[in-house]
C-alpha cells in the first residue's frame, strides 16, 4: 500500500476539538469533516473558520494530506509506515482511516515536510515492490 499511496496535499486548514454541549454538537455535526463519539464527549474534525465560529480553540491548525490509495479496511502497514516515517523527522500526525482512504493531519507548519516525507517513502515503497 505504501507505493501506491498518492499522497496528496488539500486545501484550508482543520481543527480537533471536543464538546459535551449539545447545542454545539447539533451545530457542528452538520459542518464537521469527522464526527467520533467519545467517553468524554464528542468529537470533532472542523474546517478552522467553522471551529473559530462556534467557539472552539483553534491554536492547533492542523494539515489535511488524503493518501489516493484505496486502503483496504483489513491492510497491514500504512498508518505504521506512515506515522514512522514522520516521527523519524519529528512531525506528529493525527490519522484517520476512512472507508476509501487514510488521511493524515499534520500541523499546519509542517505541511510542506511532510508532504515530501511521504512522497519520499512512496518513491522508496516503489523501488522495493518493483512498480516504478
Partial sequence: ?????????????????????????????????????????????????VAVELGFDASMPMSRIVLGVYSALDGVGLTAGVATALAELGIPCNMIAAYHHDNVFIPEEMKELALSVLEALQHASSSIDGVE
Fill in 1 to 49: 500500500m505504501l507505493a501506491g499511496m498518492r499522497p496528496a496535499l488539500c486545501a484550508g486548514s482543520y481543527v480537533f476539538s471536543s464538546t459535551t454541549d449539545q447545542r454545539v454538537i447539533a451545530a457542528a455535526r452538520e459542518r464537521a469533516l469527522a464526527v467520533f463519539h467519545e467517553q468524554e464527549g464528542v468529537s470533532f474534525v472542523l474546517a478552522k473558520d
